[in-house]
């Protein structure tokens, strides 16, 4: 059974990570980091985190590994090869990708967990950074159900709204759903905040009208007032973003979905990166079209 003295070693503390680590120490969790720029992680080794130089060596002395890094290819090079997880973490091990990546390399991380007597499970979130801070994520987890209740108290900390949607890759699946929906409701968001303006309304006031009724979003309660103040800082990365819907395109074109609005999306934070906000926070799209 899962208990306090095991330690939890996590790979990737950046905007979500971060905030998610920082949760696993508060409620007494020994917790071992490694990441690419071990300045991001000082925050949690102040907390008491314990710095691990590579992969390879938080894998052989972690209970759990938990993975929160950028991109597929960043997936692969910490779990696969001589010095990735799969190959360093000791028989019992369970290894849990948080990540937003792509189903069938899921699937490959489990069938390869599976041989080495290690336990994986695809979890990726929903919620930003706020949900990532205050314990409230949205998990969607691909696996096997020993596995998941096993883990049950580790996401009970992370999240609030915890579903085992299927076997490996169904977490990613559903988090490409996740993904999806967002991506033209921000399209939504941004037209109806430009409108506002352009009708001469408070936005401020539009907001508090529309985001209680049949148009109410996370992203039109959460992301619209920091577009009408401004701020543009990451809570989520617009590059990670594209990174999300580019998979989820050639998810859906792999399985011959008509997606438009997923395409029209994508095509237009890919001209906002192209315009220098890749690193900005996804509610930056307003900057496109107030330039249009």
């Given at each position: 059974?899962?208990?306090?003295?095991?330690?939890?070693?996590?790979?990737?503390?950046?905007?979500m990570?971060?905030?998610?680590?920082?949760?696993?120490?508060?409620?007494?969790?020994?917790?071992t980091?490694?990441?690419?720029t071990k300045?991001?992680?000082?925050?949690?080794?102040d907390?008491?985190?314990?710095w691990?130089?590579?992969?390879?060596?938080?894998?052989?002395?972690?209970?759990?590994?938990?993975?929160?890094?950028?991109?597929?290819?960043?997936?692969?090079?910490?779990?696969?090869?001589a010095a990735?997880?799969?190959?360093?973490?000791?028989?019992g091990?369970?290894?849990?990708?948080?990540?937003?990546?792509?189903?069938?390399?899921?699937?490959d991380?489990?069938q390869?967990?599976?041989?080495?007597?290690?336990?994986?499970?695809?979890?990726?979130?929903?919620?930003?950074?706020?949900?990532a801070?205050?314990?409230?994520?949205?998990?969607?987890i691909?696996?096997?159900?020993?596995?998941?209740?096993y883990?049950?108290?580790l996401?009970?900390?992370?999240?609030?709204?915890?579903?085992?949607?299927?076997?490996?890759?169904?977490?990613?699946h559903?988090?490409?759903?996740?993904?999806?929906?967002?991506?033209t409701?921000?399209?939504?968001?941004?037209?109806?905040?430009?409108?506002?303006?352009?009708?001469?309304?408070?936005?401020?006031?539009?907001?508090?009208?529309?985001?209680?009724?049949?148009a109410?979003?996370?992203?039109?309660?959460?992301?619209?007032?920091?577009?009408?103040?401004?701020?543009?800082?990451?809570?989520?990365?617009?590059?990670?973003?594209?990174?999300?819907?580019?998979?989820?395109?050639?998810?859906?074109?792999?399985?011959?979905?008509f997606?438009?609005?997923?395409?029209?999306?994508l095509?237009?934070?890919?001209?906002?990166?192209?315009?220098?906000e890749?690193?900005?926070?996804t509610q930056?799209?307003?900057?496109?079209?107030?330039?249009?």
């Amino acid at each position: 059974m899962l208990s306090k003295d095991n330690t939890i070693g996590f790979i990737g503390t950046g905007v979500m990570g971060k905030s998610m680590a920082s949760n696993l120490l508060n409620a007494g969790y020994p917790i071992t980091v490694h990441t690419r720029t071990k300045g991001k992680a000082k925050d949690l080794l102040d907390q008491g985190a314990v710095w691990k130089e590579s992969v390879a060596d938080i894998s052989y002395s972690a209970d759990v590994i938990i993975t929160m890094v950028g991109y597929p290819t960043d997936v692969e090079e910490v779990y696969f090869g001589a010095a990735g997880i799969l190959a360093n973490a000791k028989a019992g091990t369970y290894v849990v990708d948080m990540t937003t990546s792509k189903p069938a390399l899921a699937q490959d991380i489990f069938q390869k967990a599976k041989e080495n007597k290690l336990y994986a499970l695809d979890a990726p979130v929903s919620g930003g950074d706020v949900g990532a801070k205050n314990g409230k994520l949205a998990i969607m987890i691909g696996g096997e159900q020993k596995d998941f209740d096993y883990l049950a108290p580790l996401f009970e900390i992370l999240g609030e709204n915890i579903i085992l949607q299927g076997p490996a890759g169904a977490g990613q699946h559903t988090k490409l759903c996740n993904q999806i929906t967002i991506a033209t409701n921000m399209i939504g968001v941004t037209e109806a905040i430009i409108y506002a303006k352009k009708a001469g309304l408070d936005p401020v006031r539009v907001l508090d009208s529309i985001t209680t009724g049949a148009a109410g979003s996370w992203s039109l309660s959460n992301l619209a007032p920091r577009m009408i103040k401004g701020d543009f800082a990451p809570g989520f990365f617009v590059k990670h973003f594209i990174k999300d819907m580019t998979i989820a395109l050639e998810s859906a074109r792999e399985m011959e979905l008509f997606t438009p609005g997923l395409a029209l999306s994508l095509e237009l934070y890919q001209e906002l990166a192209e315009n220098g906000e890749a690193d900005s926070g996804t509610q930056a799209l307003i900057k496109l079209f107030e330039q249009k």
